[in-house]
T-cell receptor, first 113, second 113 residues
Framework: GQQLNQSPQSMFIQEGEDVSMNCTSS?????WLWYKQDPGEGPVLLIA?????ELTSNGRLTAQFGITRKDSFLNISASIPSDVGIYFC?????????????FGTGTRLKVLA | SQTIHQWPATLVQPVGSPLSLECTVE??????LYWYRQAAGRGLQLLFY??????ISSEVPQNLSASRPQDRQFILSSKKLLLSDSGFYLC????????????FGSGTRLTVV
């Protein structure tokens, strides 16, 4: 099935560093979501974005809905060891009854203490 | 509040054996239900979704089937497992007509040996 392109695929960072990751598509999306998956668990929603240009924060996390509506960015400031996990973006092409979302390929984050 | 339950958490099954994974949602009615599979270190692949009792849509041809015998129950099955069926299976739900993303269950780790 269709998936969004996420980059980087994986990254090792030092504790305290800021992290940036992005998600791109050739299609225009109406909604962008960011999820985090801890090892052995299901993904948990971090941030939802609904308007082009929208910038939303959740604690140390900040995400933006790209102006072109074809991309989104997630930033994590001052990373800590519990930020380890896989981060997924998800987008919705257009409103539909099921609101099916397309997921990105994931960015695996590892934080070195 | 709404909760989603998946079981079992882990399962080791021999090739050729049957499979039944169950997912139930509490605290809501008429949810949209989804089954995803995640191969090791990979992204999320949508397998099936359901918008109502007995209504199943398949996203990819495969060795698996899904059923929704009750409003808040979603079952993933196979008559004969293949090695390639190994993976992390996630159930998810959302409410009809809402754009708040999915809520995922905690997943089932299936190993076919």
């Amino acid at each position: 099935g269709q998936q969004l392109n996420q980059s980087p695929q994986s990254m090792f960072i030092q504790e305290g560093e800021d992290v940036s990751m992005n998600c791109t598509s050739s299609s225009i999306f109406n909604t962008w979501l960011w999820y985090k998956q801890d090892p052995g668990e299901g993904p948990v929603l971090l941030i939802a974005l609904y308007k082009a240009g929208e910038l939303t924060s959740n604690g140390r996390l900040t995400a933006q809905f790209g102006i072109t509506r074809k991309d989104s960015f997630l930033n994590i400031s001052a990373s800590i060891p519990s930020d380890v996990g896989i981060y997924f973006c998800a987008g919705q092409l257009k409103p539909s009854g099921t609101y099916k979302y397309i997921f990105g390929t994931g960015t695996r984050l590892k934080v070195l203490a | 509040s709404q909760t989603i339950h998946q079981w079992p958490a882990t399962l080791v099954q021999p090739v050729g054996s049957p499979l039944s994974l169950e997912c139930t949602v509490e605290g809501t009615s008429n949810p949209n239900l989804y089954w995803y599979r995640q191969a090791a270190g990979r992204g999320l692949q949508l397998l099936f979704y359901s918008v109502g009792i007995g209504q199943i849509s398949s996203e990819v041809p495969q060795n698996l089937s899904a059923s929704r015998p009750q409003d808040r129950q979603f079952i993933l099955s196979s008559k004969k497992l293949l090695l390639s069926d190994s993976g992390f299976y996630l159930c998810a739900w959302n409410s009809v007509g809402t754009d708040y993303g999915y809520t995922f269950g905690s997943g089932t780790r299936l190993t076919v040996v």
